[in-house]
């Protein structure tokens, strides 16, 4: 970059604006000049060999009509017309606005017609239909005619996605052509009332704009997207009323349906029961727009894009050219290019295209739902073995409790005998209870401490701390083995809690007479308070 002092730089930027200004001017110009030059040469020609038919300017915006004579004759033939605008061939603000449809004679697609557009409002629109009447009539001698607005038409519709220019502008420009009384009657110069007459819009186009709604269950979603399927005007009437009841926080939804009641050639275009169509008509026509989508790619693939003004002429006049003349060949030859390409043919696939897609559904659902069975199979083992897990936790705290309950009991005479080595535990005389507390009755079952107040029990002995150590991982192999052996575990350690001196077996270490648990409790009443007891030494049976 060149050294320039900062005061000067925003001159200079000015200065550098207006040079590029200048220079698009020159070349825009220049590229004017030679579209004008070209046209005058076409109009020199006679109508079979002029490609560019006619040009239009308004506030300086040109539409520039392209058609050969030959090709323009197939659009009486074609099924439905399907016109889109394309942006990729041409660089620059033009756009071209392709007419297209199929041609049942020779089972393909062909391209009848294509303007260069710089305006693309409704007026415009309606501008350039009423140029395309009035260029099919001149170059084929007959009047275009669709079978849903005027005697003897053929052409059973449009196809086209929701884009309204183009629409309401072919409203405007065939309102006053319809002369079928039965129609004229209800349209009565509505050009919206007449869309509902020759319309069917695409259904790709309908799915991408419906909102995500990801706060809505998946069968909510399932119902908006049915919305096309609806069979009878009392069903929409029930949809209607529905979908202004969901849940649309940020107002989405509202707006989309809104639109859809707005316009009203919208919904008309889309639900049978709203459209004047006849069913079995509605049927024939197409759903989407793959068939204008499918044959901008081909043109493309035979011209290439971002091509000059002038360069499109040419290329697409050569390929116009080439074309008529295959169309010609195939109808004197009776020669197709695929002989399996009839209407049968590809609705026959689309309808195995369709059960293939239907049957991919139905199994990926199905792996869903099992996929939502083994989840909640999971959860409820999840539980299982947390239940598990307290079932542990209750059988170490009983484990504990039936540690201390063998070191526990003392003799009259407050000897204590030692424990056996690695079969007893020692614990700690707790404090006694105070003086002048009432002693409990005869016959009473001792107080054992509760599994709360075990959770923290007194600090043990080095002999006790291994007991219940070994006591506590062979209660966990055990669970871990088996949940059932872990259930019936359990159901017997509650037991033992309910009555904890049965099946013991007590020593009175003066005498060495064997007492049960419970003649240990009516023969020394006094020693059925824990808290009072001093440590004793005692057996179990078995």
């Avoid at 070209?38 to 006619?54: C, F, I, M, N």
Wanted: hydrophobic share 35%; aromatic share 6%.
């Amino acid at each position: 970059m060149r050294d320039i002092p900062k005061p000067h730089i925003r001159l200079h930027i000015i200065q550098d604006l207006k040079a590029e200004w200048n220079e698009l001017s020159s070349t825009a110009t220049n590229t004017r000049q030679q579209v004008a030059t070209y046209l005058a040469d076409q109009e020199a020609l006679t109508d079979e060999k002029r490609y560019l038919q006619s040009s239009l300017s308004r506030e300086g915006k040109r539409i520039i009509f392209g058609a050969h004579p030959k090709l323009l004759r197939s659009i009486h033939d074609l099924c439905t017309l399907d016109c889109d605008t394309t942006f990729k061939p041409v660089a620059g603000e033009m756009q071209i606005f392709e007419v297209n449809g199929w041609l049942v004679a020779i089972n393909e697609a062909v391209t009848v017609m294509r303007l260069w557009m710089e305006v693309h409002d409704r007026a415009a629109y309606k501008t350039v239909w009423e140029e395309i009447q009035r260029l099919v009539l001149k170059l084929t001698k007959k009047q275009l005619k669709f079978k849903g607005l005027h005697k003897g038409g053929k052409i059973l519709g449009l196809n086209s996605d929701m884009e309204a220019a183009p629409l309401l502008g072919f409203g405007d420009a065939f309102v006053a052509t319809v002369d079928l009384e039965d129609v004229r009657s209800v349209v009565t110069g509505d050009s919206q009332e007449l869309l509902s007459f020759v319309l069917r819009l695409c259904y790709s186009h309908l799915n991408r704009g419906i909102p995500k709604l990801l706060n809505h269950p998946r069968e909510t979603r399932q119902r908006i997207f049915g919305l096309k399927y609806l069979k009878t005007r009392e069903e929409v009437e029930v949809f209607n009323a529905w979908i202004i009841t969901l849940a649309d926080p940020q107002g989405v939804l509202k707006r989309w349906w809104e639109h859809k009641l707005m316009h009203r050639w919208l919904l008309r275009g889309i639900i049978q029961c709203l459209s004047n169509i006849p069913l079995q008509q509605w049927n024939t026509m197409e759903a989407t727009t793959n068939l204008g989508e499918a044959q901008h790619a081909w043109n493309n693939d035979q011209t290439g894009t971002s091509m000059g003004v002038i360069e499109s002429f040419k290329k697409y006049e050569e390929l116009d050219i080439r074309r008529a003349e295959e169309i010609e060949a195939r109808k004197t030859t009776a020669v197709s290019r695929n002989s399996r390409n009839e209407v049968t043919h590809r609705y026959a696939s689309r309808t195995t295209r369709q059960t293939r897609m239907s049957e991919n559904a139905r199994r990926a659902h199905a792996v869903d739902s099992t996929v939502v069975c083994l989840q909640m199979e999971l959860a409820d083992m999840r539980r299982d073995l947390a239940a598990a897990r307290d079932d542990a936790k209750l059988e170490d705290t009983l484990a504990e409790l039936e540690g201390k309950l063998k070191l526990a009991k003392s003799s009259s005479s407050g000897r204590v005998r030692a424990p056996k080595a690695g079969a007893t535990s020692t614990t700690p005389n707790v404090q006694a209870q105070p003086a002048g507390s009432p002693r409990p009755a005869v016959g009473a079952t001792p107080a054992l401490p509760t599994p709360t107040s075990s959770a923290s029990p007194a600090p043990a002995a080095e002999g006790a701390s291994d007991f219940a150590g070994a006591r506590r991982a062979s209660t966990r192999k055990r669970v871990q083995e088996s949940s059932a052996v872990v259930s019936v575990s359990s159901n017997k350690r509650r037991k033992k809690l309910e009555d904890p001196l049965a099946g013991w077996v007590m020593v009175d270490p003066d005498t060495a007479e064997k007492f049960t648990g419970h003649e240990w409790v009516a023969r020394y009443p006094e020693d059925r308070q824990i808290d009072r007891l001093d440590i004793r030494v005692y057996t179990q049976e078995g």
